[in-house]
């Protein structure tokens, strides 16, 4: 079945049509609150939490094509108010995932990168992971991260460039 029918079962209470949405995704969705979380026990905490509130809420939904972006939006909040909660710092994989996007010919340059993306906002570390590890689009990066798509454009900007600027590459060199 398609999104929009499954959607639309889904909002006449259909569970099962709800479930299917999210396995077609739940690697994606898991790897997402694996990011935040750590682990993998409160990963799946994570998700289970976003499926009962997103089925909760399945009619506030206007637009069926949009359920991924909408559903991950609220399993990164969800993921947020539990890493608020355990006041865990940023996540380790993500910054690992990040720092492979950059090669080093040694641990002088390891250490330099590391702490270049530590120096990285929150929000702006999230939207780097968002755009170009996981593969959303600069417009469902918006979404999910509830913010303007030109905020999100400036940010990506902005990062890029101080991670460029402070590791002394070029733009062609990434």
Do not use: H
Request: hydrophobic residues 35%.
């Amino acid at each position: 079945m398609n999104i929009e029918t499954l959607v639309l079962k889904s909002k006449s209470g259909d569970i099962s049509a709800f479930m299917e949405l999210l396995k077609q995704k739940q690697e994606l969705f898991y790897k997402i609150s694996f990011t935040y979380t750590k682990n993998s026990y409160d990963a799946e905490d994570c998700i289970s939490e976003a499926a009962i509130r997103g089925f909760e809420k399945i009619k506030q939904l206007k637009n069926p094509n949009k359920f991924y972006s909408w559903f991950t939006s609220i399993l990164i909040n969800i993921c947020r108010k539990g890493f608020r909660e355990n006041t865990v710092t940023s996540s380790e994989k993500e910054i690992n995932e990040v720092r492979d996007m950059f090669s080093y010919d040694s641990i002088e340059d390891k250490i330099v990168i590391e702490g270049l993306l530590n120096t990285l906002k929150n929000d702006e570390r999230e939207i780097l992971v968002l755009r170009y590890l996981k593969d959303y689009s600069i417009q469902d990066v918006a979404e999910i991260m509830d913010i303007p798509i030109n905020t999100v454009k400036t940010k990506i900007y902005r990062a890029l460039n101080f991670l460029r600027s402070k590791s002394g590459r070029t733009k062609n060199e990434y």
